[in-house]
């Protein structure tokens, strides 16, 4: 089992180094060594969140067409791949950027346009095929392994950025990004071989049939909408997911600038806040999947523990900057980041529970955009607080975090207290009556149809 649990989480390990290129490698690259200017870069890099509605439509497509019997596997595969290839032309279009060509800009909104797309695909299969091959009580324990693994993958990457590229050169650096294909798609193979299980042409044509009697008519973003539309507690979960990850990761944007600004740290200080939250959060990952190996704990449960708890933690982290407490901000950090843990572990096993058999894809690709909306949505608002109670001065800095961390306590509470009333056994009920009414709306166009041919 254990073996089988670490074979399941090298995928991310291909995830984990190609954003690990982006973020650490890239990112400092393009703004520093080729003066490309910061606001294009980060745009580039956020491009991936603005596309994850895609995950709908590949998550349908996965559904009703398998490839060779299988249907995550030659997706994840596939996106995979191509994801991989993208970057052996990174290097080049960012000299090119980096000197000013118009070509050379559109050609790098190209490439992250596709990557983003890619990622998209890459998200819905994966997390479809661990919701499909899991038993749901390990869920939580692979879950927690496998984000484990790509934090760890994270680590990895790094050292070997500095092995491979210890001075900047555009030689190193294409040297450094030729890496990627070789890793991702070796990774990805050996973690996918025989564990999906492969379907015969009779077991395919029941899967078709049971997927597309699963999701409302129309294309599958259509669709999507008018299952949130339909079903209440898809709406609710939809919502909670959205808001929940907006409030926990608000503050992801922000927390160095709060530290520069209201305890005056200097850059070197500032950079040891996100390696405390984010070691909370492993730690917070691995105790919570170590738990639920040896002890039936509800999703919902740990869920609202980590999310009550981040609530918490972010009137405390209110508290140590208003009072200008330096002592207790990396305690305080290290704390919230473990409650993260916490409710991420008890979240994504709550959303692939989430699901219906058969429409899986579909089910996790929505999940997957409540995701990337609460993602997006943070990075946006959290320069927009910053901009309009900070930097204009409305508000002293101290002030304006006690004010930002209230605010993200608060939503965190709302959805504390929409996952509270969450319904999983409604949900399959309103889940099947959609499939009964498309059964009966479908048998009465038979009918029509046998009528007027007679």
Partial sequence: MALWTLRIALPKVAVGWMFALLTIDFNRVAIVEFGIAAIIVSSLLSIHYFLAPFQVVTGRIADCHPVMGYRRSPYLLGASALA?????????????MGGGSTGAMIAGVALFVMFGLCMAVIADSYHSLIAEITEKQYRPTVIAVVWVVMILSTIFSAIVMNAVQPEF??????????????????????????????????????????ARSLAPAGNPLASAARLISANSETRRFFIFISLA???????????????????????????????????????????MGTISAGFSVPKHISTLIGCTGAGIGFVLLGYVGFFE????????????????????????????????????GMYMGLWGVAQAAGMGLSAVVAGTLHTSLIASGLMKAEVAYWAIFGLESVLLIVAAALLFGLKPDVFQAQAKSIRRNRSDTDDAMTGTLGVTSA
Wanted: aromatic share 8%.
């Fill in 169 to 210: 050169s555009p030689e190193t650096m294409q040297r450094l990004y030729n890496l990627t294909p070789p890793i991702v798609i070796l990774s990805v193979v050996i973690g996918l071989v025989g564990v999906e299980r492969r379907m015969n042409a009779e077991e395919i044509q029941t899967a078709i049939n049971k």
């Fill in 245 to 287: 990850i907006f409030a926990i990761f608000l503050q992801e944007n922000l927390i160095e600038v709060f530290g520069a600004e209201v305890f005056g740290m200097q850059v070197s200080e500032t950079r040891k806040l996100q390696p405390v939250w984010g070691g909370g959060i492993l730690l917070g990952m691995v105790l």
């Fill in 325 to 360: 407490l330096e002592n207790l901000l990396l305690p305080t950090l290290f704390y919230l980041g473990f409650c993260a843990g916490i409710f991420n572990v008890g979240a994504l096993a709550l959303m692939m529970d989430m699901t219906v058999e058969g429409a899986t």
């Fill in 84 to 96: 991989s290839l993208l970057f052996l032309a990174l290097p080049t279009v960012t000299i090119s």
